[in-house]
């Protein structure tokens, strides 16, 4: 059996591979076939030269990101790991700060598909962002959302999404409409949160800088000089979703996000998000960006429940 060594020069092995060799062990996973076992800085590995090739090069991608950035998580191993990981390296779009947020933090497009969603709205008015849970694309489009209103390309940020019912009857919730319907917004709430501090934020929504308001109060409106977004597209109906795109006004743009493993609909209904997408798929002036698992920025556990999940789905429509 063929045996190569790799020596870790200027990088310590306890930063780059995590406590108790987490990263290192992750790093493995992808590489079952190979034997590989880390001594201080000496990486050794051994098994079929093909094998041996590809990890090499893997590996290459890795140490260059951890001397570019001084950092390493798990969901960067991920992406590296993917036929596009060198992407990673080689585009600086979307690798700049979004925004600062509160105490300090540097909000960025940690994921190639993130930074690609930032290029997206960079060059369109309206994009569409689709893909599960987790993968930032709510927290990315607000995001950008934030960065416009402070270089005052816009003069306002709406917020929306439809007041579906996720299993639960909403008339049943205590208190008025608005109290009814702020836990359906309060994601979007929670990623203001960390860009804007509170006082402020509460300013900037009482003075209808940021407005967030469910989708039906978008009707008969004309949205301009505004950043939009759509969350939760695909509880919407194809009536919803028209009456929504037509809101657009002159020095808008429009985000649309949704996951299409999270139709709350009644079951013969057709969701607005899927019917958009194959209704407006080559219109200029529009992006579509599909998110995976390999964008998934929340626990580890979610990433394999995401992927297990959509094998199973896979498997049943066969």
Do not use: C
Request: hydrophobic share 45%.
């Amino acid at each position: 059996m063929l045996e190569k060594k790799i020596e870790i020069k200027g990088i310590s092995p306890a930063e780059l591979f995590g406590s108790n060799n987490t990263k290192l062990k992750h790093i493995k996973s992808f590489f079952p076939k190979l034997r590989i076992t880390a001594r201080g800085n000496v990486i050794t590995y051994a098994g079929d030269e093909l094998v041996m090739t590809e990890f090499e090069k893997k590996f290459d991608l890795i140490i260059r990101h951890y001397n570019k950035f001084n950092n390493l998580t798990e969901n960067n191993i991920d992406n590296l790991m993917l036929d596009s990981g060198s992407e990673m390296l080689e585009s600086d779009d979307g690798s700049e700060i979004l925004v600062h947020g509160n105490h300090g933090a540097k909000i960025k497009a940690k994921t190639i598909n993130q930074k690609k969603l930032v290029e997206l709205v960079n060059k369109n008015d309206m994009v569409f962002a689709v893909g599960p849970a987790g993968t930032g694309k709510t927290y990315t489009a607000v995001a950008l959302a934030v960065r416009a209103l402070k270089a005052k390309e816009v003069k306002r940020i709406i917020l929306t999404r439809p007041a579906v019912e996720a299993g639960e009857n909403l008339g049943f919730l205590p208190g008025d409409l608005k109290e009814k319907l702020d836990p359906y917004l309060m994601p979007l709430y929670d990623a203001l949160r960390d860009m804007i501090p509170a006082e402020k934020l509460a300013d900037m929504i009482e003075f209808g800088i940021i407005e967030i308001a469910p989708l039906a109060f978008m009707r008969g409106r004309t949205l301009d000089k505004a950043f939009v977004i759509l969350d939760e597209a695909q509880n919407t109906t194809t009536m919803q979703i028209k009456m929504f795109l037509t809101r657009m006004g002159k020095s808008a743009k429009f985000a649309i996000t949704g996951d299409m493993s999270q139709v709350d609909l009644p079951r013969k209904q057709k969701s607005g998000l899927a019917y958009a997408l194959d209704a407006l798929d080559g219109v200029e002036g529009i992006g579509v960006i599909r998110m995976g698992a390999a964008d998934v920025m929340r626990h580890q556990l979610v990433k394999r429940i995401i992927v297990a999940m959509d094998k199973m789905d896979e498997d049943n429509d066969q």
